[in-house]
Structures are given as C-alpha cells and as structure tokens.
C-alpha cells in the first residue's frame, strides 16, 4: 500500500536526482523509500518495546520481560516496515541487536544493584548470628533456630541470580573461620572444660566416698559398742529393780509380821488387865505385867515403823531406779536409731 509519506518519499528523490542532474530510476527511488519505512519502523519498534517492557520485581524474570517485549517491537517493526525482505531483515536484525545491547545493559545494572542488596543482607545476617552465638549460655539448638530463621528471610527477599551462591559462601567462610568456626571451638572447649570439671569432681566424690566409708565404720562400731553398752545398762538396771522390788517384798511381810505381834501385844496387855480384876491379883503385880507388856508393844511399834520407813525408801529406791531404767532404755533406743539412719544414709551414698 503506497501511502502519503512514501509518495512523499520517492517525489523527493526524484527531485533530487533531478536537481544533481541525474536521471532517476524507479527502482533506486522505491530503495530509498524503503529504506526511509524500516527506519520509521525501528523507532515504532523502539516505542513498543518501551511501551510493553515491564521489569519484574524478580530479576530472574528480567530474560521473559525482555523476549515478550521485544516480541511486540517485532511485531510493531514488521507491521511498519516495507520493501524487499533483504531490507527487512536487516534493519529488524539492527532493532533486535539494539534492543538486546539496551537490555543487556539494564540487566547489568539491575542484577549489581541486587548483588549489592544481597551482599548487604548476607552481612547484616551474618552480624545478628554472630550476636546469637556469641550470647552467653548459647547452645547448639539456639543457635540452629536462629540460623533457619535468617536463611528463611533470606531466601523470602534476596533476589537475583546469585543469592544462592553467594549464601553458600558466606555460610562456607563462616563455618572455616566465621562466628560458626568460633562458637563450635567454644562449645568444644566447654565440651572439655565440663569433662575435666567432671573429672575432678568424681575424683573428689571417690575421695569423700572413702572418707565417709571410713567414718561410717568408725561411727558404726561406736555405736554398737553404745548399743551394746545401753544394754547391758539396761539389764544391770533390770537386776537392780528386781531386787529392789524383792527386798521390798520381804520389807512388807516383815511389817506385817511386826504389825501381827504389836496387835497380840496389845490384846496380852488387856487380857492381863482383865485376869488381874478377875482374880483379885495385886495392883502392883498387875501394873508390872501391864508395863512389861506395854514396853514390849512400844518395842514392837518401833520395829514396825522402822520397817515401815525402810519400806518408804526402798519404795523411792524403786521408783529411781524405774526412772533410771527408762533413761537407760531411750539412750539404747537412741543408739539403735542413729545406727540405723547411719546404716540408711551409707546404703543411699553407695548406690
């Protein structure tokens, strides 16, 4: 289709064979002409390109973007462009080349800028872990937490075809002489600090082991020979009760044969009194066998309260020794007791 600006186009160069003083052709003007389209239609090519070019948030998608866009400058070239095909191609390849130098470029400096970024993230990153394993009381298992998180963010923002790369590296640097290398020589040095602190206190604890072993058995033979020696207090005690309470008895049968005697003293003395009336005897006869009788019945009150205050102590001497006897029995009681507890906490030590 012959437009206006190609009429244009081959008007001019006649005008200007004409002019120089040559003889036009129609084959030389159609070139010309031609030529003149596929460089209108490389500027359309240019503003489709721009117009349909969008650079995507990701730049490993810059490549898409750039071959659907240049697609559309193709398009636009084409629907532009006249002539020979051989005019075509040439000035569509010069469009393409063009395009992909301008992309090139731009891809250059997307693909720095988010190098750069990353580079920045990796080291922020590596400074916060540094912080992690370098807390006191760090362990393995915060520190492996803190590490997922940071990769996890990461890997949800770094953009760029390097990311990856780049993260294996600083992971690699930091586990040959980083915060990795530094906090694993430090948990391996506490690994021996504790088995050498362990060490020293097994030997200590042995050493106490034998300690206490030896007191125990110190302990335990005094205290069987406390035990044996309660006991033998508390039989000793037993004996002396017992006689105690023998002589007691003894005591209150000897008051009660006194007490008998005192009684039939006193009925001799009345029945004297009584037969002295009765037979007429002398007074004096009679008060002599009164008096005589009565001083026996004073004799035998006073065997009889003797007696009876024998039997009082010996009932106190009963009751001490009672006293001392519990006494006795608690310490042995005791005795037994600490041995056994000694005996528990010594069987509780050895297991």
């Known amino acids: 289709v012959l437009t206006g600006a190609m009429l244009e186009g081959i008007t001019q160069v006649y005008v200007d064979a004409i002019n120089n003083g040559a003889v036009p052709?129609?084959?030389?003007?159609?070139?010309?002409?031609?030529?003149?389209?596929?460089?209108?239609?490389?500027?359309?090519?240019?503003r489709a390109y721009k117009e349909a070019f969008k650079a995507p948030e990701d730049p490993e998608?810059?490549?898409?973007?750039?071959?659907?866009?240049?697609?559309?400058a193709l398009k636009a070239f084409q629907e532009t462009a006249v002539g020979d095909p051989d005019i075509k191609q040439t000035y569509s390849a010069r469009l393409k080349a063009k395009l992909d130098e301008q992309f090139e470029s731009f891809q250059t400096q997307i693909l720095a800028e988010e190098s750069t970024k990353v580079v920045e993230m990796l080291q922020a990153m590596e400074g916060r872990l540094r912080g992690v394993s370098g807390r006191e009381g760090a362990t393995l298992e915060t520190l492996t937490k803190a590490l997922t998180k940071e990769v996890?963010?990461?890997?949800?923002?770094?953009?760029?075809?390097s990311k990856y790369n780049k993260l294996a590296a600083t992971l690699a640097n930091a586990a040959c002489g980083g915060f990795l290398y530094d906090f694993s020589t430090r948990m391996i040095q506490s690994a021996r600090d504790a088995h050498e602190a362990a060490e020293v206190k097994a030997a200590a604890a042995e050493r106490a082991g034998a300690s206490a072993e030896a007191s125990f058995k110190s302990?335990?033979?005094?205290?069987?020979?406390?035990?044996?020696?309660?006991?033998?207090?508390?039989?000793?005690?037993?004996?002396?009760?017992?006689?105690?309470?023998?002589?007691?008895?003894?005591?209150?049968?000897?008051?009660?044969?006194?007490?008998?005697?005192?009684?039939?003293?006193?009925?001799?003395?009345?029945?004297?009194?009584?037969?002295?009336?009765?037979?007429?005897?002398?007074?004096?006869?009679?008060?002599?066998?009164?008096?005589?009788?009565?001083?026996?019945?004073?004799?035998?009150?006073?065997?009889?309260?003797?007696?009876q205050e024998l039997n009082a102590a010996l009932e106190e001497k009963l009751?001490?020794?009672?006293?001392?006897?519990?006494?006795?029995?608690?310490?042995?009681?005791?005795?037994?007791r600490q041995l056994l507890m000694k005996e528990s906490t010594h069987s509780q030590i050895s297991s």
Do not use: M
């Open 25 to 46: 052709t129609i084959a030389t003007a159609w070139q010309g002409v031609a030529e003149q389209e596929c460089r209108r239609a490389e500027e359309d090519g240019f």
């Open 61 to 72: 998608e810059l490549r898409d973007a750039h071959s659907k866009a240049l697609e559309v």
């Open 152 to 161: 996890q963010t990461f890997e949800d923002n770094a953009k760029g075809p």
């Open 219 to 307: 302990l335990q033979t005094a205290l069987e020979a406390r035990a044996v020696s309660a006991e033998k207090n508390v039989a000793q005690s037993q004996q002396a009760i017992a006689k105690a309470e023998k002589q007691l008895d003894e005591s209150r049968r000897d008051v009660d044969k006194w007490q008998k005697k005192l009684e039939e003293s006193r009925r001799d003395v009345d029945k004297w009194r009584v037969e002295a009336e009765k037979q007429g005897r002398s007074q004096a006869a009679a008060e002599a066998k009164v008096v005589e009788s009565q001083a026996e019945v004073k004799r035998y009150e006073s065997q009889t309260s003797r007696l």
């Open 319 to 336: 009751k001490q020794l009672q006293v001392q006897h519990a006494g006795v029995q608690s310490k042995a009681a005791d005795a037994e």
